[in-house]
């Protein structure tokens, strides 16, 4: 076992844990820690931009970004935090500009806008430019600048480390974590003042989804394991332009430059169901219009998906705005979207819930928001909450960028205000036990094929639509993989880069999400945002207007209700 | 499948294993790779993350090219393929090989923007036409598979290789950047562009379709205005 010393440790090592290190670095001692090489990370995937009022090619203020935010997330939002998010942005947009990100540019050479779902003027009037881009990969652009950022502040990196424990001492202040040099093997203890969580989403919980193979939920399910409560998991993006079978992300920025969907008629059916936006709906809608095609028998060819039609687009407009999503479907579906229709259905693909923060994204530990002293989390792994029952697109680079940057000054004040807890007594002990038993099954249950049920059972029951019975069945089916689990093995017996170990304790990360999930979606009886029940179709403000808080408790699993936030926008039916 | 395996625990060095699997012509390369390790052999090692050839993780060679294996379908490499680690640098484990070199590479050449205060609350001002000069090479996602490509990096263990140089390039030609004459001074090294041979490799191998040889030629091109 090493030990190591930090004011602060940060894991994971995309937006959010990056734009905080960026504000340490140079000023308290920090470590980043991530299971990838830094760039790898998911927010590299990112495709459409990043939503700041700065009005550079049309009027647009902070708070209408704020209502769209609010009205997007089906008042679910707490809106402190999204007028936090809405101010905030402006600056945080300008910072990347300064650190160097390379934005598309108006003719006068300020940063371009563009339109995206659910981003509208003056409080719903129409669709607004809002979204700041670089081209189709603003989320590597970012991922870029950051690591460069982080290299030009000597951040000091743990590259393909991962994540297996958080500590507390005997007074709840979490005082480090536990991670594994997947180089060696070797076992380290990080002790610290702070820690930060910002090891994004759990995609992969899902059979199609966008996220990346390392989107496993590494960092939301330990804390939920260690008694820390986990809210609104029952809200589950789908984003509606999937690659079809593959679920790769086709960009909002599709549609936001023009493209439509088309059903097996040939129909652009999105303005049946939303007259107003279109298209350009919020995701979630979008991604049941597609289910409701589908399901009344206007898929094509009968099958679950639908077309994303970019023909009508110029071929030059395609080539400057859009070029890497139209390689996806040249490259994996052979698809030529200047001449052919993509096909396309929705696919898992972020995370509203997570693991609860107050505005400094210091994590809370119950309904009361009493803070947990030492323990922070941004980005996707988080839940602020500024996305609600719903996010709109764009706004989850706005939150790692904007509450990545507060986690990070809120740390460096407390680490310079407070000493080093104790370690508890054997601190790696717990870790090194789950390894032992994972690595001492001499003919386990397959990691993989357990991982497939849960992919399967997810997709089918808790995904787009819900009800009681699915729902049902989804639980108890996930407690019987969990069963399994506790057999699973591994046939590689080395040190050295043993990613079969490592996929095998991914796959025990992802089953406590799901878990997580599957329990918020039975408790919330309503339809809102993302979690849509076809055995309660409407919105409940007076029961339901409130995140759930599910816990791990010694007689097990516990769900409590946080009230919503409301400062300025009156809950109202959501129509575009 | 043929598969080079190295295991340094279990004295396993550089043999080729064979694995029949079935695939979809539709399915990548890398989902060959996922069907082997999950289903018949788990000690099978290699990186991978987004699985769509934007985080850069799997490099490899696939029938003697290097390329990302979640890019590549089993259709275009038909039914026989052989896969081997990137080459020049260690082999750590199978298909994973020590990447310090390369980020050493990269970082010497102050891959960061370095340029005077900003005015406050606002952008710098950039046109169109000064963004797209420096757009091709702004697409790197750090992959290795131009530099491993490189035979100049398999020979000089000093050479900073080609994604080095096309780092570099994107700060070098970005109008909001005052660090030009530093990295110019880098790479006019004995380490520097002049080992680049316009071989064409990176080019090919660049799974963004970066035109790699093209920008290291546009940094020989600076070095020599400037000495001039």
């Not at chain 2, 000064?130 to 490189?150: M, S």
């Not at chain 2, 990295?183 to 002049?194: A, F, H, M, T």
């Amino acid at each position: 076992m090493a030990y190591h010393r930090f004011d602060a440790v940060i894991v994971g090592a995309g937006g959010a844990g990056l734009m905080a290190a960026i504000q340490m670095a140079g000023k308290a001692n920090v470590a980043v820690v991530s299971k990838l090489y830094p760039p790898r990370s998911h927010t590299g995937a990112a495709q459409g931009g990043v939503a700041a009022a700065l009005g550079n090619t049309e009027e647009d203020h902070w708070e209408w970004h704020m209502f769209d935010t609010v009205k997007g997330g089906d008042y679910l939002v707490d809106q402190d935090a999204a007028e936090i998010l809405a101010r905030e942005s402006i600056d945080a947009v300008i910072e990347l500009e300064h650190m160097g990100l390379p934005f598309n540019r108006t003719p006068e050479g300020k940063i371009d806008q563009r339109r995206f779902g659910g981003h509208t003027r003056n409080y719903g009037e129409g669709p607004v430019r809002r979204a700041c881009y670089a081209a189709d990969r603003t989320g590597h652009m970012i991922i870029q600048t950051l690591y460069q950022q982080g290299i030009k502040h000597n951040v000091q990196f743990f590259d393909e480390h991962f994540l297996l424990d958080v500590l507390f001492a005997a007074d709840g202040a979490c005082c480090g974590c536990v991670t594994w040099d997947l180089r060696t093997g070797e076992i380290n203890v990080l002790h610290a003042k702070a820690v930060l969580i910002a090891t994004g989403g759990f995609g992969r919980v899902y059979k199609i989804t966008s996220n990346a193979m390392a989107g496993t939920g590494d960092g939301v399910a330990i804390p939920y394991r260690r008694g820390i409560p986990l809210m609104d998991m029952e809200f589950y993006q789908f984003h509606p332009t999937g690659l079809y079978k593959l679920g790769i992300l086709l960009s909002e920025a599709a549609r936001g430059e023009g493209g439509i969907l088309r059903n097996n008629l040939g129909e652009a059916f999105a303005g049946r169901y939303a007259p107003l936006l279109k298209d350009l709906a919020p995701r979630d809608m979008v991604s049941r219009f597609i289910h409701q095609e589908v399901k009344e028998g206007r898929g094509i060819d009968g099958k679950d998906y639908v077309h994303l039609d970019l023909t009508h687009l110029p071929a030059e407009l395609i080539d400057a705005k859009l070029p890497d999503v139209t390689d996806f479907a040249r490259t994996y579906l052979g698809v030529e979207p200047k001449t052919e229709p993509v096909p396309v259905q929705p696919t898992a693909h972020y995370a509203m819930g997570g693991i609860p923060t107050d505005n400094d994204a210091r994590v809370i530990g119950d309904e009361h928001a009493t803070v947990i002293p030492g323990l922070y989390s941004a980005g996707e792994s988080a839940c602020v909450s500024v996305h609600g029952a719903n996010r709109l697109g764009t706004n989850s680079l706005v939150d790692l960028i904007v509450f990545g940057r507060r986690a990070g000054k809120h740390m460096l004040e407390f680490v310079r205000t407070t000493g080093f807890s104790e370690l508890p007594p054997s601190p790696d002990a717990l870790p090194q036990a789950e390894i032992e038993a994972v690595m001492s099954q001499p003919r386990g249950e397959n990691a993989a094929e357990i991982r497939e049920r849960m992919q399967t059972l997810m997709m089918d029951n808790v995904s787009v639509v819900r009800d009681a019975a699915g729902l049902e069945s989804a639980r108890a089916e996930t407690q019987e993989l969990k069963r399994a689990y506790r057999h699973v093995g591994v046939s590689d017996r080395g040190k050295v880069f043993n990613t079969e170990l490592m996929e095998a304790l991914e796959l025990g990360y992802m089953l406590d999400c799901a878990e997580a999930i599957i329990e918020g979606a039975l408790s919330r009886e309503e339809s809102r945002g993302a979690h849509y029940r076809t055995d309660f179709q409407t919105r409940d403000d007076a029961n339901w207007l409130a995140h759930t808080l599910v816990s791990k408790t010694s007689g097990g699993l516990q769900i409590r209700k946080k009230p919503v936030k409301i400062t300025t926008f009156e809950p109202k039916e959501r129509t575009y | 499948m043929r598969i080079k395996r190295f295991d340094p625990e279990n004295d396993v060095k550089g043999v080729f294993r064979d694995y029949d699997i079935e695939c979809d012509p539709n399915d990548r390369v890398l989902d060959a790779l996922n069907t082997i390790k999950w289903y018949h052999d788990g000690s099978l090692t290699y990186r991978r993350s987004c699985a769509h050839g934007i985080c850069g993780s799997d490099a490899m060679r696939i029938n003697g090219r290097n390329r990302l294996a979640c890019k590549v379908q089993v259709s275009e490499v038909g039914r026989k393929v052989t896969i081997e680690p990137l080459m020049g640098y260690e082999v750590i484990k199978d298909l994973i090989v020590d990447m310090d070199k390369f980020f050493d590479a990269y970082k010497r050449v102050k891959p960061y923007l370095i340029a005077s205060d900003p005015p406050a609350q606002a952008e710098r001002l950039q046109s169109p036409a000064d963004r797209a000069r420096y757009d091709d090479t702004t697409k790197c996602i750090l992959c290795a598979a131009c530099t491993t490509a490189c035979p100049i990096t398999w020979t000089n263990d000093q050479f900073v290789g080609p994604a080095a140089i096309v780092n570099a390039h994107r700060f070098i030609f970005d109008s909001r950047d005052e660090g030009a004459s530093d990295r110019l001074r880098i790479l006019n090294q004995q380490s520097g562009v002049w080992r680049c041979r316009t071989i064409f490799n990176c080019t090919d191998a660049c799974p963004r379709d970066i035109k790699v040889t093209q920008a290291i030629e546009e940094v020989k091109r600076a070095l020599m205005v400037e000495a001039l």
